[in-house]
């Protein structure tokens, strides 16, 4: 595990960077790193002049935020900038808080998702979500890989059999499970329950994948494992991280963006972001001044 | 390391108190935790002689006929075997009729109704309804079920009557099972593409399972037991046969270990089967809840590692 990760960062130019060894903007030649992505796409999803509110409080306010596809984009900012708000907006999970209102669109490739003409089941399954905590089913393991095909209507048992052993075998977990696919998910260890997660979120094919602070509860070996899972699985997907911890979203991400109380500071390659932040602000938070 | 651990530790004085009070302190506790186990031994007391002296008193009337026979010779010989029957049927059909209606007002009130007062005040009215006196009941399914709607005095104006005293606990019993189920897994399910209804169906209902049951255990040993509320809408003193139809009148233990009690001319012998019948009423409360604890284990078993 830890070669690849080396190996990552070598080739992402990272392997002498340590966020906490940048003290301010270094000598770094500026346009050797141009914002725009060295693969350069059209952006998967879009926000376009998002504001979000909680009854009267206005948690996001203004947000342009573009995430190209087959890269992962990791959010950072202090607890309670609006971050994990921000993720919510794009499978629409917050539609489970009463009283919350949203202005501004978002779009999956090119059409807004926000509308009443888009049906929040139907958008889920294109954008899945991996939570902060592992939240298995209080079912087998196979079943809760299961459940997101039955769900949408999958019948053949034998295509739900090769689709969850599939999703295991993606999600790292196959072979650690194999033997007691009938047993109980909560069974397994906070890291394993956390890739069934991810395997069950795998199953029902999704071309986004939502990741909400996927650590914050496991140990590092766990954390390890996770993000290598993410590396491997941002070759078909399109990914968003949302994370406290800045070391992660230096190894794990394509582009950083930086969001503080409700705002996105700034958004770019995560190596310049690091090496080179543009705004003061993010500056400070990623030399560890605040947050 | 460790050393300047243990010093630093070791540099810390003591917290002192004063002997007296330490003394009382443990007192305190003494007592307390006496009374605890007083209050406890008194309950497996009560609930332990309950059982010797219905035991000590029933098991000599219990044989074989008994269970299978119907009563002869006014009441003095023979079994009980119809009332068991009535008795059987009398709870399933009210279980059948509160269960589902039960549990369908608790995932409503618990999954889809808006938050507010009517809301609240739906759920006070629930628990009121569980402190009704149960001969309001019967009184209730006299004049609906057996009057108004017509079903006359039989076993399905009993079972209706006997589910709506049993609608309350499974309803609290569901409410509470519903609202344990973490929101993590509602999210999990609704963030794969499941609608609500989907998720309610195959993730929260089966997770609260095990405490619905609960609810159900508890009311089937308050229907089984029930005299009040079929006094006047299902039970006969004596019935011959058995029932062939809903719309039959029924014998049931507990109206008929009443009827031995009150009625007939020979008490020294019908008190021996009222205490006989009472025997057979706690077993079977007690066979029904097995299965129920039986089920909720097996679940428990499935689900929760």
Known sequence: MHDTMVDYEKQMGLENFHPSLVKGPVGINMNSLGEADLFGSEPKIDARGVNFYYGSKKALNNIN??????????????????KSTFIRLL???????????????????????TGPACDAAELRKRVG??????????????????????????????????????????????????????????????????????????????????????????????????????????????????????????????????????????????????????????????????? | ??????????????????????????LTQKIGF?????????????????????????????????????????????????????????TLGAIMFALPLGVASAVYLTEYSPKGWIVNLLRVSVNNLAGVPSVVFGLFGLTVFVKYMGFGVSIISGSLTLGILALPVIISA??????AVPQSIREASLALGATQWETIRKVVLPAALPGILTGVILSVGRVAGETAPILFTAAAFYVKGYPDS????????????????????????????????????????????????????????????
Not at chain 1, 70 to 77: F, M, N
Not at chain 1, 266 to 284: L, N, Q, W, Y
Not at chain 2, 11 to 19: D, I, K, L, Y
Request: contains cysteine; hydrophobic residues 45%.
């Open chain 1, 65 to 82: 935020l573009g995430f190209l596809p087959r890269r992962v984009t990791a959010i950072i900012g202090p607890s309670g900038c609006g």
């Open chain 1, 91 to 113: 499978n629409r999970m917050h539609e489970l808080v009463p009283g919350t209102r949203l202005e501004g669109e978002i779009l999956l490739d090119g059409l807004d998702i």
């Open chain 1, 129 to 291: 979500m991996v939570f902060q905590k592992p939240n298995p089913f209080p079912k087998t393991i196979f079943e809760n890989v299961a459940y997101g095909l039955e769900v949408n209507g999958v019948t053949d048992k034998e295509l739900i059999r090769g689709k969850v052993i599939d999703s295991l075998k993606k999600a790292a977990l196959w072979g650690e499970v194999k033997d007691r696919l009938k047993d109980s998910a909560l069974g397994l260890s906070g890291g394993q329950q956390q890739r069934l997660c991810i395997a069950r979120c795998l199953a029902v094919e999704p071309e986004v994948i939502l990741f909400d602070e996927p650590c914050a509860s496991l140990d590092p070996i766990s954390t390890g494992k996770i993000e290598e899972l993410i590396l491997e699985l941002k070759k078909e997907y399109t990914i968003i991280i949302v994370t406290h911890n800045m070391q992660q979203a230096a190894r794990v991400s394509d582009r950083t963006a930086f969001f503080l109380m409700g705002e996105l500071i700034e958004e770019g390659r995560t190596e310049r972001i690091f090496k080179a932040p543009r705004d003061k602000r993010t500056e400070d938070y990623i030399t560890g001044r605040f947050g």
């Open chain 2, 1 to 26: 390391m460790m050393n300047t651990h243990e010093s630093a530790i070791a540099s810390v004085p003591p917290v002192r108190q004063p002997a007296r009070g330490r003394k009382k302190r443990g």
């Open chain 2, 34 to 90: 006496a009374a605890l186990a007083a209050c406890m031994a008194a309950n497996i007391f009560f609930l332990g002689a309950i059982i010797f002296f219905i035991g000590l008193k029933g098991l000599g009337a219990i044989n074989w006929a008994f269970l299978t026979q119907a009563p002869r010779d006014a009441m003095t010989a023979g079994g009980v075997a119809p009332a068991i029957v009535g008795t059987l049927y009398l």
């Open chain 2, 174 to 179: 569901s409410q509470e099972a519903l609202v």
């Open chain 2, 246 to 305: 809903p719309f039959s009148e029924v014998m049931a233990l507990p109206y008929h270990i009443y009827a031995l009690m009150t009625e007939g001319t020979h008490p020294e012998e019908q008190t021996r089967i009222a205490y006989g019948s009472s025997l057979i009423l706690l077993a079977l409360v007690l066979s029904v809840s097995m299965i129920a604890i039986f089920i909720r284990q097996r679940q428990r078993k499935t689900y929760h590692a």
